[in-house]
């Protein structure tokens, strides 16, 4: 009778034990750490490449003759190297804005035929001018989406400035020079446009590869010739320079906003499953 009692109380407290078990508060699952994401806010130097490619729409106008070309087209081609500074600014998980500064070394060399005749003295002569374009800066803004962590596209625009040399004109018939010629060097300024991407290299934190278009559109202006010793000769010539350029840069990046982390899955699931928000 004895054993009875005793085994009937161990049944009884070992199902007394399981209740009271399951009406104790469920253990939350384990945090786990996500891994931090770095930030696209900072400031950065870059330097990289590229080529490009001026065409210049002209004109000439002789009063004295009262003659006027037709408008032609002529361009340069040649190689460039680029270096720049930056800041940008991640407004939002995949947005960001920015500024930046750069200069480009060009020997993008080509010819201006002025026109398909020029007044040379008393006669009219087909005539030419070798033209390269030097360097050029810019000052612009960007606006950049990240379609993934590490990649970003943007678009790009601001103000421009470029300079060119010219060379005394010489006669396309005979190729002799003649005592002509419009301003040696001069400047423009205009407007640009671009895009491009920049890719964060998995091999450094700080680094990333950017390639970038643009297309430059420079002021019109009017290039008085002269002889050599500065007397004008009545041409003046009306020309407008468009540039387009394609470039790859390395750049490094001084990042001062830190890394963004991102919220672990196990965070968001308890946020939803029990209402409480976990940071």
């Not at 080509?110 to 026109?115: A, E, H, I, K, V």
């Not at 390639?211 to 010739?225: G, P």
Request: glycine share 14%; hydrophobic share 40%; proline share 5%.
């Amino acid at each position: 009778m004895n054993k009875l009692l005793m085994a009937t109380a161990a049944v009884a407290f070992a199902t007394a034990g399981t209740a009271g078990a399951a009406d104790l508060p469920t253990k939350a699952p384990p945090m786990v750490a996500a891994a931090p994401i770095a930030s696209w806010t900072g400031c950065y130097v870059d330097g990289g490449i590229g080529y490009g490619m001026w065409n210049q729409d002209h004109s000439v106008n002789n009063a004295g003759l009262a003659v006027n070309s037709v408008t032609t087209t002529d361009g340069g081609r040649g190689w460039l190297g680029r270096i720049g500074v930056g800041c940008d600014y991640q407004v939002a998980p995949q947005f960001l804005i920015g500024a930046f500064g750069d200069w480009d070394w060009m020997n993008l060399k080509g010819s201006q035929s002025p026109s398909e005749l020029i007044a040379v003295g008393n006669i009219t002569a087909p005539v030419t001018a070798n033209i390269k374009e030097t360097n050029a800066g810019y000052a612009g803004v960007r606006v950049g989406y990240l379609p993934y962590p590490n990649l970003l596209t943007f678009i790009s625009g601001g103000w421009t400035r470029a300079h060119f040399t010219e060379s005394q004109e010489f006669r396309t018939d005979t190729g002799g020079a003649i005592a002509f010629g419009f301003p040696g060097s001069y400047n423009v300024n205009g407007w640009f446009i671009g895009g491009g991407t920049e890719y964060r290299v998995p091999w450094a934190q700080n680094l990333t590869w950017k390639t970038e278009y643009r297309f430059a559109q420079y002021q019109s202006i009017n290039l008085v010739e002269t002889n050599l010793v500065g007397t004008p000769t009545g041409n003046i010539l009306n020309s407008q320079s468009f540039v387009p350029t394609v470039t790859t840069s390395l750049v490094w990046r001084f990042n001062f906003g830190g890394p963004v982390v991102a919220r672990s899955q196990t965070a968001q699931k308890l946020d939803g499953d029990y209402g409480v928000t976990l940071n």
